[in-house]
C-alpha cells in the first residue's frame, strides 16, 4: 500500500514540474516579441529622421532630386538621379553620455547619375558620390550638422524649386572647329615643394587630374574660350566650381591658368609639360 501511495506521489510531483516549465517558455516567449518591436522602431526612427534632415536641402521632383550644394547657397544648381539616403550608427561613449546624447550617426545622400545646370542648359549626366551628414540624438531631440559635400564647402539650407519651363534640359554646347587642337594629356610642371599632377581626358566631356598623393579629381569641359588672346578650353570642378583654363597645343602658351567662384580673374597655376595633342 505504502508503496502505490509512493508512486502516485512521485507522478504528482513530475506533472507539476511539467506545467511550470511550459508556463516559462511561454513566459519568456511573450516577453521577447516587444524586444523585437523596440529594435526594428529605433531602425525606423534613424531613417525617418536621416530623411526629414535631407528635405531641408533637398527638393524632389518626380524622379529627380535638386540642390545648390555650392557655395553657401549661390552655386549652380544640380540635379541627382536613383538616390538613396541611408543612416550610418556611430558608437555612443562615455562622455556623449555625459552630455546628454543617446545616439549618433551619420546620414548619407547618395546618387548614382549627377549633373550641374550651366546658365540656360545642362551638362552631361556623370557619376555621383555621396554627402555625409553627422546628426545626433540628445535629451530626446535630433539635430544635425550641415552636410559637407567636400572638405572646404559645408551646405546651406538654400532649397531651390522643381525646375520650369525656364530651365531647359538640353546639353551645353562644348564643341567648335579650335577644339581639335586641345590636348589629350599632359602634366604639370615640377616645383621645389611639390611634384606636378597628371592630366587625361578621358572622353568628350571629361578630364581627369591625377595627384602624386593618390587623390583624384574629375573635371567637365564647360566652354571654348580665349583668354589674353590665348585661345583654349575650360575645365569645371563640380561642386565648387573651381576653374581652369588649359591652353591648346600651338596656342603660343603652355601656362595654366585657375580662377574660383564669384572672380573673373584668371590667375597662374603651372607650366604643362609632356603635352600630346589630341
Known sequence: MRIF?????????????????????????????????????????????????????????????????????KGDICEY???????????????????????????????????????????????????????IKRSGTWSADKPKYNAFWAMTNTKVSCPGAGISPQQVPLTNKGELQAPARFRLKDDLTSKGSSWSRVDSATWVENNPNGRTFTFRIAE??????????????????????????????????????GNNEWRPLREMVDVEPM
Open 81 to 135: 538621379r536613383l538616390v538613396s539616403i541611408t543612416s550610418e550608427e556611430l558608437p555612443v561613449n562615455e562622455p556623449d553620455r555625459l552630455n546628454g546624447i543617446e545616439r549618433k550617426l551619420v546620414s548619407y545622400f547618395a546618387a548614382k547619375a549627377e549633373r550641374c545646370q550651366r546658365g540656360s542648359g545642362w551638362e552631361e549626366w556623370h557619376t555621383a558620390g555621396r554627402m555625409p551628414m553627422d546628426m
Open 5 to 73: 501511495l509512493l508512486v502516485g506521489l512521485l507522478i504528482v510531483i513530475a506533472a507539476s514540474a511539467m506545467v511550470v516549465g511550459q508556463g516559462r517558455k511561454a513566459t519568456n516567449s511573450r516577453t521577447s516579441t516587444p524586444q523585437a518591436n523596440v529594435k526594428s522602431k529605433i531602425k525606423d526612427e534613424a531613417n525617418e529622421e536621416s530623411v526629414k534632415a535631407w528635405d531641408k536641402y533637398v527638393t524632389k521632383c518626380e524622379d529627380s532630386y535638386y540642390m545648390r550644394p555650392c557655395c553657401n547657397g
Open 224 to 261: 571654348r574660350t580665349t583668354v589674353n588672346d590665348i585661345q583654349g578650353t575650360v575645365l569645371r570642378r563640380n561642386p565648387d566650381n573651381l576653374e581652369i583654363f588649359v591652353p591648346d597645343v600651338n596656342s603660343g602658351s603652355m601656362l595654366l591658368k585657375f580662377r574660383v567662384q
